[in-house]
């Protein structure tokens, strides 16, 4: 499944990290980490994730929330602006 954060929205809750942290990570108190080819065997993690971002700054191909993504940053922080 192919996942893209956007930065620009996301303001680092971190719900995503709690929730499928197999995808998700923070590194720092800001920076979010994540793999942008999830497997198969995370799409009920990642759904999760998608629907609880209280900014809908993810999308996931393969996932009800989740509409079919570009190709996106795989890192940064929710200040890079």
């Known amino acids: ?3 893209v954060v956007d930065l620009n929205k996301c303001q680092g809750y ?3 990290a ?3 942290p197999d995808v998700f990570a923070l590194h720092g108190e ?3 980490v994540y793999d942008p080819c999830a497997g198969d065997e995370q799409r009920a993690q990642l ?7 209280p900014v809908g700054a993810i999308t996931a191909d ?6 079919a993504p570009s190709a996106g940053p795989v890192r940064g922080t929710s200040d890079d602006r």
């Open 14 to 16: 971190a719900q995503c």
């Open 1 to 3: 499944m192919r996942v």
């Open 30 to 32: 800001e920076s979010l």
């Open 62 to 67: 393969g996932t009800d929330d989740g509409a």
């Open 18 to 20: 709690f929730l499928a």
């Open 47 to 53: 759904a999760r994730a998608v629907a609880a971002c």
